[in-house]
């Protein structure tokens, strides 16, 4: 078994321990897999085993890696999970099944449209700045409700919400708001924990999980 499988088990085993211990009936997290660096080599291993959810976050390395192997897995979903520059949608709609950075209004009305000339709809994320920090993007906590009417006036198919909490602080407290916002908003998704944190994440209940290191170890 490739090392990279038995990671990605290690870490189901975990969930589904936690999930158990917290008794949450009728909860799944799905786990991305980010892939962003990591060659082929590394990623087939994980199709092979029927991995579906992974993670890229720049386009063109995206298109040059997953074009192929999506039209030979038509059950693959891609999430661009970094930041997405307006010039970069149109392509980034060929590849990408859902968008994980959704941050400003000027992405918003480009997704808007140039969502129209495909088949489906990327699912969205849109990444709320809950650490309220200079250095980061996203949405302002206060700002969230105008956003998000705006964003479905748009006819953009937001499913939830996607936030990095501070480093250094405890994810915990970033969650619980998060998870907050989610029930005010009436959205089902949360995207939320990475290999650091992804137990703590699951402690408030996000549905998906962006793990990298952790499945595929560290990035050179």
């Not at 892939?35 to 040059?64: C, M, R």
């Not at 192997?69 to 693959?76: A, E, G, H, Q, R």
């Not at 808007?112 to 994320?125: G, L, R, T």
């Not at 944190?197 to 595929?216: M, P, Q, V």
Request: proline share 2%.
């Amino acid at each position: 078994m490739h090392q990279t499988v038995q990671n990605l088990l290690n870490i189901n085993t975990q969930i589904k321990a936690k999930i158990n211990e917290l008794k949450y009936n009728n909860y799944k997290a799905e786990i991305i897999a980010i892939s962003k660096t990591f060659s082929i080599s590394h990623i087939l291993p994980l199709i092979d085993y029927g991995h579906i959810h992974f993670g890229e976050n720049k386009v063109q390395e995206a298109i040059e890696k997953w074009m192929e192997i999506k039209t030979n897995n038509k059950n693959i979903k891609l999430h661009m999970v970094g930041k997405l520059q307006t010039n970069k949608v149109k392509i980034a709609l060929k590849v990408f099944d859902f968008i994980h950075s959704l941050d400003n209004l000027k992405l918003a009305k480009k997704i808007s449209e140039e969502q129209k000339n495909y088949a489906n709809k990327p699912k969205i994320f849109i990444q709320i700045n809950i650490g309220n920090e200079d250095q980061k993007s996203g949405v302002s906590k206060n700002n969230i409700l105008d956003f998000y009417t705006e964003c479905k006036k748009l006819n953009l198919d937001i499913i939830g919400t996607m936030c990095l909490p501070p480093m250094n602080k405890d994810p915990k407290i970033f969650f619980s708001e998060m998870k907050k916002i989610n029930n005010f908003l009436k959205l089902k998704e949360i995207s939320m924990g990475m290999s650091e944190d992804y137990i703590e994440a699951i402690e408030h209940t996000s549905t998906f999980l962006r793990i990298g290191s952790k499945i595929f170890g560290q990035r050179s």
